[in-house]
């Protein structure tokens, strides 16, 4: 099965739009995981407009799945998952300022940059992967910086697959073949929903893990979050 592991930064804006502590985030963080996500993602940024620094040394004790933090690899966020030690981390291109992500990682350009941090990553155990597009050639870099996965960026395959365009699929499937081939574990994130993430999952061959957060708590809010797990479960399966 593929699991999920359900991304809760946007918990924390809504947390953080009246200050205090609600929603409560542990809280929330605990009944994800007792509704049966395999896993918590977090992505802290720079400005920590949503997930702050000190919420991923918050739920260190909490998570009790698999813990995921990603972010652009600076010297503080380093600092913090050398700290954290958490189950994974993976890498994003986030320049300071962005909404959302926008794109993979050029592996190519970047490639010794990557290896040098995946490798301080990997000294003290902790899984890595970085976001890449759906580029062959990015996924063959990719596998030169050591990275134990990728994380496929699934934007735009959500966005044909919303237009009625299942043929967006195919990048996706022949990245994901190439990184079986070279041994690279997959997973994949951004835009995934209800909606697709079954064709999306049916289509990939060795799809590990997901990591969903604003469609799934946008879900939530029409069907409940119990609910709503366990419907991506079901999918997942």
Request: net charge negative; proline share 4%.
């Amino acid at each position: 099965m593929t699991k999920l592991s359900v991304n809760i930064n946007k918990i924390a804006t809504l947390r953080n739009a009246r200050g205090g502590n609600v929603p409560n985030l542990l809280q929330v963080a605990k009944d994800i995981q007792q509704f049966g996500a395999h896993g918590i993602t977090i992505h802290p940024r720079p400005d920590e407009r949503h997930i702050h620094y000190q919420d991923a040394r918050d739920l260190k004790p909490i998570v009790y799945t698999e813990f995921n933090i990603e972010g652009n690899p600076q010297h503080n966020f380093i600092d913090l998952v050398l700290e954290t030690k958490p189950t994974q981390v993976t890498l994003v291109p986030d320049a300071i300022g962005a909404i959302t992500s926008s794109a993979g990682w050029n592996t190519l350009e970047h490639q010794t940059y990557l290896k040098e941090v995946i490798q301080e990553f990997q000294r003290h155990n902790i899984r890595t992967s970085i976001f890449v597009d759906p580029v062959l050639a990015m996924i063959e870099g990719a596998k030169a910086t050591g990275t134990d996965r990728i994380e496929l960026y699934t934007e735009a395959f959500a966005h044909q697959y919303g237009l009625g365009n299942k043929n967006g699929i195919e990048p996706y499937v022949k990245a994901a073949e190439l990184a079986n081939e070279l041994g690279l574990g997959i997973n994949a994130g951004h835009d995934l929903s209800l909606d697709n993430i079954q064709f999306f999952k049916q289509n990939i061959p060795g799809l590990l893990e997901v990591s969903i957060g604003h469609a799934l708590i946008c879900e939530s809010l029409y069907l409940g979050l119990d609910n709503v797990v366990n419907m991506y479960l079901n999918k997942l399966k």
